[in-house]
């Protein structure tokens, strides 16, 4: 049987995207993270291959990217908008984290258990449909 999946969201760290992983579970999403064992094997490789694919069914994808908002605010501007991507305007957007090294890590860990956000953490996006990518600051 044909299945069609979605990457919604990618990340450097497959701790991250386990985290995102657990809220979408919880939500009744399945979810399945691409290249995990080989990112966990050298992190190095990570960087590389564009780190931690997390992808969802293609009728879950709305609903995904709808918890994926509620936990990651940054990815409405101040009026509550979607953003767009600036070249091309368009909404499909992959969020990625920008975590550089293990203390930043461990601060996006923590505000994310708290919902807090940290603010120096920058949230990078890559647009599905250009391949432009920018950044929310
Ligand atoms: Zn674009």
Do not use: W
């Not at 290249?35 to 994808?61: C, F, M, N, W, Y």
């Amino acid at each position: 049987m044909q299945r069609t999946f979605i990457d919604i969201a990618r990340f450097q760290y497959s701790a991250e995207a386990q985290i995102v992983k657990g809220k979408l579970q919880s939500e009744g999403i399945e979810v399945f993270l691409k290249d995990q064992v080989l990112i966990d094997t050298d992190p190095l490789i990570s960087r590389a291959i564009g780190g931690v694919k997390l992808r969802v069914r293609a009728e879950d994808e709305l609903k995904a990217l709808k918890i994926l908002d509620d936990i990651e605010p940054y990815s409405v501007d101040d009026s509550g908008n979607r953003l767009k991507c600036p070249e091309c305007g368009s909404e499909r957007l992959i969020f990625q984290t920008s975590v550089k090294d293990v203390k930043s890590f461990l601060a996006f860990l923590f505000s994310f258990l708290t919902f807090a956000l940290p603010i120096h953490t920058r949230y990078d996006y890559r647009c599905e449909n250009c391949g432009n990518q920018f950044s929310n600051k």
